[in-house]
């Protein structure tokens, strides 16, 4: 009883916050022009699809000092992170984390590493063009806290939703946004479909990563429950989920409930890293910090 206590709190804590935050809280901007998308060459659904232009000569080579291991200094402001722990059930995690970790964030966003990976790679300042850099800096510097994740390959998405409530629980009026790369998606989808979990999403980033068709079936598409915003960043070179793919799941989802809080930038010749190094990560937030769904 007490835990669905702590939980109901929690919900209604994260509805007054989203309302609140939503009304005002935006990320001040920070290297806006170095991490604009270059061009957009097409857009479509009132530019909730487009399709950005990329080229590797000047979006990798051009922006690397060290092909795909460190971006030019001009990209980076270090930020550093430290270790931290986290409980869940009889097990203990570690994160990386930078902010306002240990309570008093305005926003919350929590990267998700895909297979192979660990909580290092969220952090690491220099890879993907600067732009973990970037998120770290836009959250320390806007009253917020990032959290990089490690979890076991079984239960995951349980541990992270349990460092979703730690996190609430130090800081209640944050909005918290949960990114996900490659396979870490599962996690997202996962999280989407968790009565426990759904009340803490404020959004949700896929980044070169899978789709759930389950979630169209979601109260939160279908009505009755509250609408958390979705981004979809795929390259259209990505040889490990195809970007057809995630724009037929954007469809559907756009099918079911056409004012849905969704959108999808497909890269143009971009692989399977591009929208971790593309994403414009202050446009995506800010967007979802205003676009409020039904509760």
Known sequence: MKLRASLAAIAVLASCATIAHAAGYRLAPWKDDLFKYPAVLESHDGGALITVDYSKERDLYGRDAVVEKKAKAEYVELVGAKTYSYKSGFSTQKFMGAGKVEGGARAIVIYIHGMGGSRHQGVDEWMFGGNFNRIMNLMVRNDGAYLSPDYSPFGGAGQIRDLM??????????????????????????????????????????????????????????????????????????????????????????????????RLALFKTGGHGTPIRMTDWRDMINWMLAARGPA
Do not use: M
């Open 165 to 262: 409530i730690e996190q609430a629980q130090r800081s209640p009026d944050a909005q918290i946004f949960i990114a996900c790369g490659s396979w870490g998606g599962t996690i997202c989808w996962d999280l989407a479909r968790d009565p426990k979990a759904t009340p803490l999403i404020s959004g949700l980033l896929l980044l070169g990563s899978n789709h759930d068709d389950r979630f169209v079936t979601t109260p939160a598409v279908t009505g009755g429950a509250r609408r958390f915003p979705i981004y979809l960043g795929h390259g259209t070179e990505d040889p490990i989920y195809r970007w057809q793919d995630e724009l037929a799941f954007y469809r559907k989802v756009r099918a079911a409930a056409p004012d849905y809080p969704i």
